[in-house]
């Protein structure tokens, strides 16, 4: 962070700038002039944190690809299947039973197990041979994506929100006055919040672990120099088959998640595949701070975009992308 | 990138053939095939219905030669682009733009003289600015890039209403009609389409021997050392984009003629991944493979249905048949079915066998 | 010819390579530190000196494989310090890798072919090398001149690994070079191999000057007219192969570093 400060002193002064006036957005009410020219101060917000929940459902799926490649270079092009098919799990699961938890453990531990059977028995045995595990994550995504089809049918699914997470909290955050002069406060429904905060927690945990333990550590050299990894006598491949258990483990935990506020589908294991592309190319591979920056740029940009230029909003997401590749291939965080 | 490497056909160039006493063996061997199959296609209309010349040979002609623009980039250069489709159906978008269409707001009805040579430089404009993007970072990462762009193109396709009319696409893009005969009929399509795919063979097969052509295998085996003999990397990177994106960009006008129409849909992830599993299938590691690959590709898309529903089975689990032969290929043959060619024909010699190590193909050597 | 003396006083200096304080770091470690290095045109030079002493990043700096984090590189007068590899090759330098670096699923005549290719015009050519173009015959001439001519149409992956080395050679001496870096070229080799190899470096043209990195000092004695001696990212010591044989402080290193 210093040192990013010491080497880029312009742009640290941009970023700053630009974070207080999107914090001076948020929190003060607006002026008459603002609300005139960019639509009412509700609109905006309602924006910016929808981009932040849909970034948190990204981080989600895209922090386990990001890891997956980073460390075994294996562009997993599955991941949107393990994604569905966890969904599509949770919801069977608290259908039968009513219990929102037991779905996430129940498409963690399936998808995790799964990640396990491909990694010792598929991706183990091409080692090293990046397009052929490529490949084969190809045909696993179409096998994936036609069980799945067979299983669930074509339906929208969405996965019960328990009790508690049902309806709308009061942030403290004031959109508008009253004609008789009290403030609104903006409300929000509570399961989007919950998943922010849940994203965060797994962020966290993830970069203490990455960060703090022996077999994270382990990890993080592994990305950086994979020879290295293998020099230092580590069981390597126990190593490997942690990071695709816990990659494909985290894919089908989002799964439920956006099955929660989104709906499952055919089709939707694509476009989160295609999101998880995104904000890895824009965040940096293999980096987890770079998958939750390009998680929160991407939702942002979609969001933002959907309201202020529908008819672009895709366009928005990929001219960031395309930006990126011009000028910082390696992805904003990742290691040129 | 075991799958990309591949045998140089004859291990000899072509200035040095000439001097040899006689022919390569493996020319010799091949030579009468190559014939009957020449006689074969040239006389296929002779005996076939237009539904097998139109549908069945000239969508295989055509997802052969977009196919066969990929093997160029990914067997030759290393590069694994998965926007030929795209920069194909960039192609068909501005022939019905530029020329004629059912979408009389948009299309700007220019003679498809002009219209097709436009939409072809358009198209090769798309591909090379992709490449540009792309060739900024190497190996697996060029996958994850063409496949993010590609994408890019279909969302955009769909949501943009001014100039890709969206969803809809453009209807009634026909082939033209040339010194009184209609393209779009059967027999005349599939000439064109079998001429233009044989061209486009023949020009990838003889680029592949020449200095571009050396060039770009050299970088595919080391590009810094391409650098250090004094080739500018990049460029050639970025030219070979290019070339690939001529061939795709023909081909591309020629699919749109062919289903009369063009839509995102043509341009989706499934297509777009459908011409690596047909370059896959045939075998990356040499153009034929292509043509192979995509014929196995139209035969199955278009039978396979009827067949499974003949024998009892579910025709909807289409999808998960050819996934699981896309594995099967990719497990036990990397190098498709060319490999699996090679590979029965040198166990039938017997000599061959030590040098097909790790699924890799048999070479030709003396 | 005037004008061509006039901008090589100009730039001050008639050397064919001329270093400034060049540095390179990777990361918190110096591999160079303040390397100053004058040689002649036609000159022919030994670097000696341990593992890690930084010969072979001295090379890189030089070639454009990776720019230095400091310092000037001039090559017969041109700054060159932040020009891409392929240019500096286009000017009339050269290099052959440690490690060999060559593509193996191409003949070796195709490997030689590439290298000529790579230094004159028409790299972007479609058309077909014929047999009896300049280039496809220089590349003959040199295929024979390292002794690879019954094996020109093999994939290099097939060949040996003196041949390889070999090969490595005969891609350096591809054009017209003005300047060759030779990085450890004898490693390897049979002891006729490295006659071959001696012989080729005494029968290089006298204006074309070489760098050469070699631990056998039999080899590197044999063909250089100066030494220059490397040790941990600096130079130590230069001077003619006489006095760096006889200098006791170059002994002392070597002994210490177990090389006796």
């Known amino acids: 962070m210093n040192r990013f400060v010491q080497r880029h002193p312009v742009w640290s002064v941009i970023i700053l700038l630009g974070a207080i006036l999107l914090l001076w957005l948020i929190v003060s009410p607006w002026p008459a002039w603002l609300e005139e020219t960019i639509d009412r101060k509700k609109v905006f917000i309602n924006a910016v944190f929808n981009g932040v929940t849909l970034g948190a459902l990204y981080f989600l799926v895209a922090s386990g690809f990001t890891l997956i490649f980073g460390l075994m270079r294996n562009v997993n092009l599955a991941h949107g299947s393990l994604y569905l098919f966890g969904g599509y799990l949770g919801y069977t699961v608290s259908d039968y039973t009513g219990n929102w938890y037991l779905a996430f453990l129940v498409a963690f531990i399936a998808m995790a197990a799964l990640g396990i059977v491909l990694q010792i028995g598929v991706f183990r045995r091409m080692e090293g041979e990046e397009l052929r595990q490529t490949l084969v994550t190809i045909g696993i995504s179409i096998v994936l994506a036609d069980v799945m089809l067979w299983i669930w049918g074509g339906d929208f699914y969405q996965v019960e929100t328990p009790d508690w997470l049902y309806g709308a909290i009061d942030l403290p955050i004031i959109t508008g006055f009253k004609s008789d002069g009290t403030a609104v406060y903006m409300k929000y429904p509570a399961v989007r919040i919950f998943i922010l905060v849940a994203s965060i927690i797994v962020g966290i945990l993830m970069w203490l672990a990455l960060n703090r333990t022996r077999i994270g550590m382990m990890i993080r050299a592994g990305v950086d120099d994979r020879e290295m990894l293998s020099a230092t006598g580590v069981r390597i491949q126990l190593v490997f088959v942690a990071v695709f258990a816990l990659g494909a483990g985290l894919a089908g935990v989002a799964g439920v998640v956006g099955g929660t506020f989104q709906a499952l589908a055919p089709g939707v294991d694509t476009r989160f595949l295609l999101a998880s592309l995104v904000v890895v190319i824009v965040g940096g591979m293999g980096s987890i701070p770079g998958a939750a920056l390009g998680a929160v740029l991407i939702g942002l940009s979609e969001q933002l975009g959907s309201v202020y230029v529908p008819t672009y909003a895709v366009v928005t997401t990929f001219l960031i992308m395309v930006l990126v590749l011009a000028f910082r291939p390696q992805g904003l965080l990742g290691k040129g | ?366 | ?260």
């Open chain 3, 1 to 260: 010819m005037a004008t061509v003396a006039q901008k090589l006083s100009a730039a001050g200096t008639s050397h064919a390579l001329e270093l400034r304080g060049v540095d390179r770091m990777f990361g918190a470690l110096a591999a160079l530190s303040d390397i100053n290095l004058e040689v002649r045109p036609g000159e022919k030079r030994a670097v000696l000196g341990s593992n890690g002493a930084g010969k072979t990043t001295l090379f890189n700096c030089v070639t454009g494989d990776f720019l230095p984090t400091s310092g000037r590189i001039r090559f017969f007068g041109e700054d060159i310090t932040r020009l891409p590899a392929h240019e500096r090759i286009r000017r009339g330098l050269r290099r052959t890798y440690q490690i060999s670096l060559l593509f193996k699923g191409l003949t070796v005549l195709d490997n030689i072919y590439l290298a000529c290719r790579g230094v004159s015009r028409g790299r972007f050519s479609f058309v077909r090398p014929r047999r009896n173009e300049a280039l496809m015959q220089s590349a003959e001439e040199l295929v024979d001149a390292v002794h690879l001519t019954d094996i020109r149409d093999r994939p290099v992956a097939e060949l040996s690994y003196g041949q390889q080395r070999q090969l490595e050679v005969a891609m350096a001496l591809a054009g017209a070079p003005r300047f060759i870096l030779f990085d450890e070229p004898a490693a390897g080799l049979s002891p006729t191999e490295r006659g071959e190899l001696i012989e080729i470096l005494q029968s290089l043209p006298s204006h074309v000057g070489f760098i050469i990195i070699e631990h056998d000092m039999d080899v590197a004695l044999r063909v250089v007219e100066s030494v220059t001696v490397m040790h941990n990212g600096r130079i130590f010591k230069e001077g003619t192969p006489e006095e760096i044989e006889n200098d006791a402080q170059v002994q002392e290193l070597y002994l210490g570093d177990g090389h006796g």
């Open chain 2, 1 to 366: 990138m075991a799958v990309l490497d591949q045998d140089r056909p004859g291990a000899g160039s072509g200035a040095r053939e000439a001097s040899r006493a006689e022919l390569p063996a493996w020319l010799r061997r091949i030579h009468p095939v190559v014939w009957l199959l020449a006689l074969f296609l040239l006389f296929v209309p002779a005996f076939t219905n237009s539904f097998i010349q139109f549908q069945i040979f000239g969508w295989a002609f055509l997802l052969g030669m977009i196919a066969l623009s990929l093997m160029f980039l990914a067997g030759y250069g290393g590069m694994v682009s998965l926007v030929q489709m795209t920069v194909a159906c960039v192609a068909g978008y501005m022939t019905a733009i530029f020329g004629a269409s059912a979408v009389e707001s948009i299309s700007l009805f220019w003679p498809w003289w002009v219209a097709v040579p436009v939409a072809i430089v358009i198209a090769v404009i798309f591909g090379t600015i992709t490449g540009a993007l792309a060739v900024r970072t190497t190996g697996i990462y060029t996958i994850m890039i063409t496949l993010a762009i590609a994408a890019a193109f279909y969302y955009f396709g769909e949501q943009n209403y001014s100039i890709l009319n969206g969803h809809q696409g453009f209807n009634s893009v026909h082939a033209p009609v040339l010194f009184g005969v209609d393209l779009h009929d059967a027999t005349p399509f599939y000439y064109l389409s079998l001429s233009l795919a044989t061209l486009s063979y023949f020009a990838v097969l003889y680029v592949s021997r020449s200095p571009f052509g050396l060039a770009l295998q050299g970088i595919r085996d080391n590009p810094r050392r391409m650098a250090a003999i004094g080739f500018n990397v990049t460029a050639h990177r970025i030219a070979a984009y290019a070339f690939a994106a001529f061939i795709a960009a023909v081909a591309g006008i020629l699919l749109t003629w062919q289903n009369g129409q063009i839509s995102p849909f043509t341009a989706g992830i499934g297509p777009v991944i459908d011409i690596l599993v047909i370059a896959v299938i045939g075998g990356i590691g040499h153009p034929i493979g292509a043509f192979i690959g995509a014929i196995v590709y139209v035969v199955l898309r278009t039978f396979a249905i009827d067949i499974l529903h003949n024998i009892g089975l579910d025709p909807s689990r289409f999808n998960m048949l050819v996934g699981l032969g896309f594995l099967a290929i990719v497990f036990f043959s990397p190098d498709g079915i060319l490999g699996l060619w090679s590979r029965w024909r040198s166990s039938r010699s017997g000599a061959g066998l030590a040098r097909v190590t790790g699924g890799g193909r048999g070479r030709d050597v003396e």
